[in-house]
């Protein structure tokens, strides 16, 4: 059994930064790949990042390059997301996922995340 933790969310204005932590425990490989994805209301779970064991593999979702960075703590199996100059289009429910194959690299495909946490809300006012 995988537990997957995430945290960090919360209310800010426009153009304000939050920083989103998970964290993995229990049955899963600290070298699998591991991801943030997101869903605002009646919208479907889009990918935003991904990461794998190391730290120059990185994917990114084109509208949040160069103001959102993943990072990861492989002791510890925990990965950040650090979100800057965020605006109302951000707003959502962020997840992360963790992929069940050790050594995997990060994907935008979500049926490829075997475990997910229950999320954190993220909400931007303009």
């Known amino acids: 059994q995988v537990h997957v933790v995430e945290s960090g969310g919360g209310l800010v204005q426009a153009g304000g930064s939050l920083r989103l932590s998970c964290a993995a425990s229990?049955?899963?490989?600290?070298?699998?790949?591991m991801g943030w994805f997101r869903q605002a209301p009646g919208k479907e779970r889009e990918f935003v990042a991904g990461?794998?064991?190391?730290?120059?593999?990185?994917v990114y979702l084109d509208s949040v390059k160069g103001r959102f960075t993943i990072s990861r703590d492989n002791a510890k199996t925990t990965v950040d997301l650090q979100m800057n100059s965020l605006t109302p289009e951000d707003t959502a429910v962020y997840y992360c996922?963790?992929?069940?194959?050790?050594?995997?690299?990060?994907?935008?495909?979500?049926?490829?995340?075997?475990?997910w946490g229950q999320g954190t809300q993220v909400t931007v006012s303009s």
């Open positions: 996922g963790v992929r069940a194959t050790s050594w995997s690299t990060p994907t935008r495909q979500i049926d490829e995340y075997a475990y």
């Open positions: 229990g049955r899963t490989s600290m070298s699998a790949a």
């Open positions: 990461i794998g064991w190391s730290s120059q593999s990185t």
